[in-house]
């Protein structure tokens, strides 16, 4: 059965940090390749930050420098510490697997976790 669970969201001053978790199920986990995406009202959802099971990483330039991705392979589970956070951070974050989004006509989507940046 696939499963993605985000949590870590919630209200954050300009500046601030946070840090999101997303435990995953085995069947979308063992695909290799986890990003994190996220969409603002009114906008697509967009890949945000990717990481494959041996590490390598990959930033959409609008978050690079300020986000790190990361994976625990033995908990199924992946991060994203967020630094410098900015209001146009202000988002619902969403994990899943890039391979299966781009595969996939209408993968399925957990229901992510809210971000939000202001002051």
């Known amino acids: 059965q696939v499963q993605l669970v985000e949590s870590g969201g919630g209200l954050v001053q300009p500046g601030g940090s946070l840090r999101l978790s997303c435990a995953a199920s085995?069947?979308?986990?063992?695909?290799?390749?986890m990003g994190w995406y996220r969409q603002a009202p009114g906008k697509q959802r967009e890949l945000v930050a990717r990481?494959?099971?041996?590490?390598?990483?990959n930033y959409a330039d609008s978050v690079k420098g300020r986000f790190t991705i990361s994976r625990d392979n033995a908990k199924n589970t992946v991060y994203l510490q967020m630094n410098s956070l900015k209001p146009e951070d202000t988002a619902v974050y969403y994990c899943?697997?890039?391979?299966?989004?781009?595969?996939?006509?209408?993968?399925?989507w957990g229901q992510g976790t809210q971000v939000t940046v202001s002051s």
């Open positions: 899943n697997s890039p391979t299966v989004v781009a595969v996939v006509e209408k993968p399925y």
């Open positions: 990481i494959t099971r041996g590490g390598s990483t």
């Open positions: 085995r069947s979308i986990f063992s695909t290799n390749v």
